[in-house]
């Protein structure tokens, strides 16, 4: 071994050709160093986190139950909204009752909808019934719009 050799890129996705020129270093200079090749992704700061929330909120007002005509942000099923270093989005919402049989429909299309975010490299929806939904979670324009004012 003559040397060692350490190669440090700070990359955005995707990483694709920045595989590719860490395995053309292996190749061309294994035989003279010790190879690494370390990816290095940026951390999102918090104005990037903000406008990735503020993005999840404005779709997740295209979301809604097909029995009702209120988008689920509206309805108040959405209890948070978090995005970490790593981009992943995270969110917690409820239901309207256990049961509700569009609840499968409105993670995947929530999901679907969200995983179109610039910089956003996964999304996590849970399921909470803590605390239990109430009509006092909507908000007023949902209340007005489904005759509760």
């Known amino acids: 071994m003559n040397g060692l050799l350490f ?3 700070h990359a955005e996705p995707p990483y694709t050709y920045i595989k590719y020129i860490c395995l053309q270093f292996q190749r061309d200079f294994s035989p003279e160093f010790d190879f690494f090749c370390v990816l290095l992704q940026p951390v999102m700061t918090e104005e990037e ?4 929330q503020e993005k999840a909120v404005e779709l997740l007002r295209t979301v809604f139950d097909p029995e009702i005509p209120v988008d689920i942000y509206s309805l108040g099923l959405i209890y948070r909204i978090e995005v970490s270093d790593e981009g992943i989005l995270q969110v917690d919402m409820t239901l309207t009752a256990p049961s509700c ?3 499968e429909f409105l993670v995947e299309d929530a999901r679907l909808k969200l995983e179109t975010i610039r910089g956003v490299k996964s999304v996590e929806i849970n399921i909470v019934f803590e605390p239990e939904w109430t009509q006092d979670m909507m908000s007023e324009e949902a209340k007005l719009e489904l005759g509760f004012l």
Do not use: F, T
């Not at 986190?49 to 990735?52: A, E, P, T």
């Open 7 to 9: 190669i440090i890129i």
């Open 49 to 52: 986190k903000y406008k990735i």
């Open 101 to 103: 049989p569009a609840a």
